[in-house]
């Protein structure tokens, strides 16, 4: 079960008991944390899609508008890694409880002050530099909170079970992105677009204090993950501790020079993927079909609406599938569907007729998107040893982020201006960024149900327990789970 057999290791009956309802709470924890995330960030990318061009930027060509609204979108992701860096390495050694309230407080009050900020019209050029400050604190509080999120119900979560309950996490990212596309949705259909420029934008900013206040109720009962408690109770020999502290103290190091990096490039590739599409689909697609196909800006936030509606249903469902059938396997099969179906599907919203576009943007959303984003948390997680699992999940989700959703966006706009509204840049784009989830799902080794107390990362002939992994035991002549359980 082991990378080095010579290294002591944390073992299963070390992990502390928890009951149905410290199972619940750490999802309702999850869940909140994460939908507020995400729906802080999709707040500003409907808002820079739709107003934000027209508040914060000077007047001028409404294509390079949309540019610099996506460059301040992009802004976000630059502090987030540092967060990573920060948080990550601070949940490592005082626990995954109490970073994630730090994550949570600093998100959600940098999404409500943009609520207060002052517009261009009013104060100049000091209305995008007081944005950008935003930005860059929400990024910064963002950096750890779906990374904590994920390690956090990952160690919670029966281990036959955790793609079932870890997916709630990636329903979490769903509810948070139809929340905000919800609220869009009323203020665009109920207020003019006047009422929207001179006030009616601010609302949805300042209300998600709301959800931040009720997800810090939840976090305050929450008991610590029961692997970091394990860990600190001192289950694990000294020599093993200060060997994995050797080898793992600088992450990007280990990354770059050390064999025992791989893991750190496969999470780094699985994310970049899944992270450009959900910039290309959620952020950029939503933005072409107002500013360039000319479509009302309800089709817009509709359709992430009924999308988002729809992933209620298929989050759960791959992330079941891959209890069955195992991560890697799940991860080939949904980054393929989505490298076949993306030049048809976006040439179908290009058609600009209704139907069309909702259909293409509901499947490219399910499979290139959330499919992945159902995946993605758990499996890195289990990648991961409990030693420096939250720094290296958080650095590698936010490093990948930085350069496929916070650049894909802005070079998507760019590419499109520039090629006269034409839908190819972003199919390639999409296409592109499943194939890097692609890759990196074939060379990865199988982790589902992989004892997360394992300090050190998944190798390639690790033993790997779950109904999915005969192949691997029969390699290393290990005895099926079915002989496991009868031999005991």
């Known amino acids: 079960m082991t990378n080095d057999p010579a290294l002591p290791q944390v073992t299963e009956s070390a992990v502390g008991e928890r009951t149905v309802g410290d199972l619940a709470k750490a999802a309702i924890s999850g869940w909140l944390g994460t939908a507020l995330e995400f729906m802080d960030f999709q707040l500003y990318s409907l808002a820079a899609a739709l107003v934000f061009k027209d508040l914060f930027f000077p007047a001028g060509a409404p294509g390079m508008a949309v540019v610099l609204a996506m460059a ?8 987030r890694p540092l967060g990573a860096w920060y948080f990550g390495g601070l949940g490592d050694r005082i ?3 109490k970073v994630l309230f730090y994550t949570i407080a600093l998100m959600g ?6 609520g207060f900020l002052p517009t261009y019209h009013q104060v100049g050029i000091l209305a995008p530099i007081l944005l950008v400050v935003l930005r860059l604190v929400q990024g910064f509080g963002a950096g750890a909170e779906i990374a904590g999120a994920s390690v956090m119900l990952t160690e919670y979560a029966p281990r036959q079970r955790r793609g079932l309950v870890g997916s709630l996490v990636a329903l979490g990212t769903n509810s948070g992105t139809l929340g905000a596309s919800a609220i869009w949705g009323i203020i665009v259909a109920t207020m003019d677009r ?3 420029l001179e006030w009616g934008w601010r609302i949805p900013f300042i209300g998600s204090i ?3 206040g009720f997800a810090i109720w939840v976090r305050a009962s929450l008991k610590e993950s029961p692997v970091f408690e394990a860990r600190e109770a001192g289950e694990v020999g000294e ?9 793992h103290v600088d992450v990007l190091a280990a990354g770059l020079k050390q064999k025992k990096g791989r893991s750190f490039f496969e999470a780094f590739f699985l994310r970049f993927g899944q992270a450009g599409n959900s910039g290309m689909i959620q952020t950029y697609l939503i933005s072409y079909i107002t500013a360039t196909l000319l479509l009302s800006s309800k089709v817009g936030t509709n359709v992430v609406i009924f999308s988002s509606l729809v992933g209620f249903i298929t989050v759960p469902l791959i992330g079941h599938l891959s209890d069955v059938f195992g991560r890697k396997l799940m991860y080939i ?7 076949l179906l993306v030049f048809p599907m976006i040439h179908m919203i290009a058609t600009k007729e209704i139907n069309q576009v909702f259909a293409g943007y509901i499947i490219m959303h399910q499979t290139s998107v959330l499919a992945l984003a159902s995946l993605e948390n758990l499996t890195m997680a289990e990648v991961f040893g409990s030693k420096r699992r939250y720094t290296q999940i958080a650095l590698a989700k936010e490093l990948a982020a930085i350069v496929a959703t916070g650049i894909g966006p802005v070079v998507a706009a760019a590419l499109v201006v520039n090629s006269g509204g034409s839908w190819w840049p972003i199919a390639i784009m999409i296409c592109a960024f499943s194939l890097c989830s692609l890759g990196a799902a074939i060379v990865m080794p199988e982790v589902a149900g992989r004892d997360l107390t394992i300090l050190t990362d998944a190798m390639p002939g690790e033993a790997v327990i779950g109904p999915f992994a005969r192949k691997e035991r029969k390699k290393l002549h290990l005895p099926t789970p079915e002989e496991e359980l009868a031999a005991s």
């Not at 009050?109 to 943009?114: H, N, S, V």
């Open 72 to 79: 301040t979108y992009g802004v976000g992701y630059i502090s």
């Open 95 to 97: 626990g995954r409880k």
């Open 109 to 114: 009050l940098a999404t409500t002050l943009i």
């Open 194 to 196: 006047s009422e929207i």
């Open 210 to 212: 709301v959800i931040m």
């Open 239 to 247: 020599a093993a501790i200060e060997q994995v502290n050797t080898e």
């Open 333 to 339: 099969i949904m980054s393929s569907i989505s490298v």
